[in-house]
């Protein structure tokens, strides 16, 4: 049972022989060597290019060890290189070697090299890294697997599998266990031995006790406005830890780098400007979010706003969370400002939607609540609401948009309606 990951291999062969360094980036264990090694490799064979071409290096296997010498590892691939080209080079976890960045730019000056490359952790795609490849580097970012992608080799029906994905996420190993337990524990075992882990030494954090914790507050707040003044004072009130907001930020930039988490900044709609407080965090994958806390806290509304984000970011938006300033009246007739959230601020180069993820509309109390915010957007973009269930997409006397998640889901243009 093989799932192909078209999308990303598409993305790949769209870029091969550009003159530039392809970086496959994404959490551990998302499937980024098997794309490249085994989904991609079969490609490069099938359209003509001789194995002996094709030169593979995984530098997290401990039989690789002495090419994470960035000098060894450049004379292994020269030597590799006896014919005439195209030479495919496949090196899997770069950050493994230091100085990679020199070893790619001595490969990027050869004309019979095609180079791709992963890597689990976004630092060595910092400014500097950027800097030194000038331009030449080409990222592809890799999630875990979409829903769709995950249906498609799913034995059953949408619910069943809906439930399933909500619960133990997309990592895709995930589809090959055949009970719960093993579910869970895979997911419980590679969140503390694989990710804090790799988190915790790659940093050299000292504490981990407070990371530990850290990493329970934001799980257990998926799509909720924080920042690290907020989180400190928790920690302060409730746990009585001095955690200073410095700390806390960088812990969170830690996460973020190995893509355990993802940042959403709010956007002032009518302002049309950032506003520096509050983020909202989402897990790159729910099931280890869920296996983080032990599979409780399972809110429906915040696991659908999350899914729901993961997928616009794997289709190639850019998402921020809106606010909108409206005006009303209190009882007595005082004027009041409200400022109202908007779920999602999706775009993708000149194309903009609003989006509101609303796990029940069936209360007009509800419905309130979901449409009043897109009322106040002052522009015609499309305005949208996904809501749980398989409900075919239709538009209400407002012109809004409203979308069941199956249709969501599994349209790649599903916001074209």
């Given at each position: 049972m093989?799932?192909?990951?078209?999308?990303y291999l598409n993305q790949l062969i769209e870029r091969r022989d550009n003159g530039m360094i392809k970086i496959v980036t994404g959490i551990r264990r998302c499937g980024k060597s098997y794309l490249l090694f085994t989904i991609f490799k079969r490609y490069l064979l099938e359209s003509g290019v001789p194995e002996d071409h094709i030169i593979e290096i995984a530098l997290d296997g401990i039989e690789n060890e002495e090419l994470r010498d960035p000098k060894v590892c450049f004379r292994y691939i020269t030597d590799a290189m006896r014919g005439d080209g195209p030479y495919y080079l496949l090196l899997d976890e770069v950050q493994f070697m230091p100085r990679f960045e020199e070893v790619l730019n001595s490969l990027l000056r050869m004309s019979n090299i095609d180079v791709y490359v992963t890597g689990s952790n976004s630092k060595f795609l910092s400014s500097d890294i950027v800097t030194e490849f000038r331009g030449r580097g080409d990222e592809i970012r890799i999630h875990p697997l979409s829903f769709a992608e995950f249906y498609s080799v799913w034995d059953g029906d949408f619910d069943d599998?809906?439930?399933?994905?909500?619960?133990?996420?997309?990592?895709?190993?995930?589809?090959?266990?055949?009970?719960?337990?093993q579910k869970a524990d895979y997911l419980k075992n590679i969140f503390a031995n694989v990710y804090l882990k790799d988190v915790i030494e790659r940093n050299r954090i000292q504490n981990d006790a407070e990371l530990n914790i850290l990493v329970d507050v934001l799980a257990s707040a998926i799509g909720a406005p924080t920042n690290p003044s907020k989180i400190?004072?928790?920690f302060a009130s409730e746990r009585q830890m001095s955690y200073t907001n410095k700390t806390i930020s960088q812990h969170i930039d830690f996460l973020a780098?190995?893509?355990l988490i993802e940042k959403a900044q709010r956007y002032d709609i009518k302002g049309r400007k950032y506003i520096g407080a509050n983020l909202k965090y989402y897990f790159t994958d729910l099931g280890l979010?869920?296996?983080r806390?032990?599979?409780?806290?399972?809110?429906?509304?915040?696991?659908?706003e999350n899914i729901v984000y993961n997928e616009l970011c794997i289709r190639g938006y850019h998402v921020d969370v809106g606010i909108v300033e409206a005006f009303g009246r209190d009882s007595s007739g005082k004027r009041l400002r409200k400022q109202l959230e908007v779920d999602f601020v999706v775009n993708?180069?000149?194309?903009?939607?609003?989006?509101?993820?609303?796990?029940?509309?069936?209360?007009?109390?509800?419905q309130a609540q979901e449409f009043n915010s897109l009322r106040h957007i002052p522009d015609s973009f499309k305005k949208i609401v996904i809501v749980n269930g398989v409900r075919k997409p239709w538009r209400n006397d407002e012109g809004f948009v409203i979308m069941g998640m199956k249709y969501f889901l599994l349209n790649a243009?599903?916001?074209?309606f």
């Open positions: 093989e799932i192909r990951r078209e999308a599998a809906w439930d399933e994905y909500m619960l133990y996420g997309g990592l895709p190993q995930i589809v090959n266990f055949q009970n719960e337990r400190a004072n928790t780098d190995a893509f979010r869920n296996a806390l032990n599979f409780r806290q399972q809110e429906p509304t915040h696991i659908m993708q180069a000149s194309q903009r939607y609003y989006i509101q993820v609303a796990y029940d509309l069936t209360s007009e109390e509800k243009d599903s916001l074209e």
